[in-house]
């Protein structure tokens, strides 16, 4: 920085008194638009337009299936699926059929507890867990990812089974914002 002998030193070449000396009144304030735009966005996450979760449930003689997971949601947004089946009575062979349209272009990074078999057999993702006695409740933890390519939405039902026996069955629907 070079200096001037009666005025001190100099700014640098290309930056103007007006760069260097404060600004006064409301350019030295941030701007009160900024303020409502932040403040739209608060509003709007509140009202729970661009995400929230929701619980299905479906019971049939004793049986009753609820999922929580998302009911809308955002394109690459790793998200938790619960599905917990209660039973009155015990089920030999418990299944868990999620429907391949429900997890199309989503990517599942976790499954907890892990089924002792897995296939993919009519239009399904089929799980078997083994035993479930009666009066018990299985819960089964999904994490997942929203792959971008997905435009609307997925929905697709899953299905309780015992053995190849279909028990109960909740549809799903998550829209999928962008």
């Given amino acids: 920085m070079s200096t001037d002998t009666q005025r001190g030193p100099r700014p640098p070449d290309g930056i103007s008194d007006d760069n260097v000396r404060p600004v006064e009144g409301w350019r030295r304030h941030a701007s009160p638009l900024a303020l ?22 479906a019971e049939v003689d004793g049986t009753s299936v609820a999922v929580h997971a998302p009911e809308v949601i955002r394109n690459g ?9 209660e039973t009155a009575e015990p089920i030999e062979e418990l299944g868990v ?3 391949t349209g429900l997890w199309e272009d989503m990517t599942v990074n976790t499954m907890i507890p892990a089924a002792t ?23 089964l933890k999904i994490d997942l990812q929203v792959n971008p ?19 109960t069955q909740v549809s799903i629907g998550m829209a999928v914002l962008p």
């Fill in 36 to 57: 409502v735009v932040f403040g739209a966005v608060v509003l709007v996450a509140l009202t729970g337009l661009l995400g929230h979760e929701r619980d299905w449930r």
């Fill in 77 to 85: 947004e790793f998200f938790e699926m619960r599905i917990t089946v």
């Fill in 97 to 99: 059929g999620v429907a």
């Fill in 117 to 139: 078999e897995e296939a993919g057999q009519d239009g399904e993702f089929r799980f078997s867990f083994g035993r479930l006695e009666g009066g018990s409740v299985f819960e």
């Fill in 149 to 167: 390519d997905i435009v609307a939405g997925n929905e697709g039902d899953i299905t309780v089974y015992d053995g190849e026996e279909a028990i």
